[in-house]
Nanobody, 123 residues
Framework: QVQLVESGGGLVQAGGSLRLSCAAS????????MGWFRQAPGKERESVAA????????YYADSVKGRFTISRDNAKKAVYLQMNSLKPEDTALYYC????????????????WGQGTHVTVSS
């Protein structure tokens, strides 16, 4: 089992940057694919980025390609989301998630979820 806790959200002006962190607990963190999702008010949750257990492959939603970077540190049991050139439409509750299968994360599903961290981008 994996417990996930996100941090790093906040209020930032358009064009700014934030780095989200997700701290995991559990013995088998390195065996899981990880992902970041977001849900804006009134909208469905969407998969933003995903990374394989070893970090060898990554996925990004078209809306964040070239601006967001997902990474992980298995020794620290952590996954990160560097968000640059933020836009008001990036405003959402951002969730960290874990699943055994990378493709399942990309498809929008996961076994384990964090509580989320708010990101607000002002224009």
């Amino acid at each position: 089992q994996v417990q996930l806790v996100e941090s790093g959200g906040g209020l930032v002006q358009a064009g700014g940057s934030l780095r989200l962190s997700c701290a995991a607990s559990g013995r088998t963190f390195s065996g899981y694919a990880m992902g970041w999702f977001r849900q804006a008010p009134g909208k469905e949750r969407e998969s933003v980025a995903a990374i394989t257990w070893c970090g060898g492959n990554t996925y990004y939603a078209d809306s964040v390609k070239g601006r967001f970077t997902i990474s992980r540190d298995n020794a620290k049991k952590a996954v990160y989301l560097q968000m640059n050139s933020l836009k008001p439409e990036d405003t959402a509750l951002y969730y960290c998630a874990a699943h055994n299968t990378y493709r399942t994360i990309i498809a929008g599903q996961a076994n384990y979820w964090g509580q989320g961290t708010h990101v607000t981008v002002s224009s």
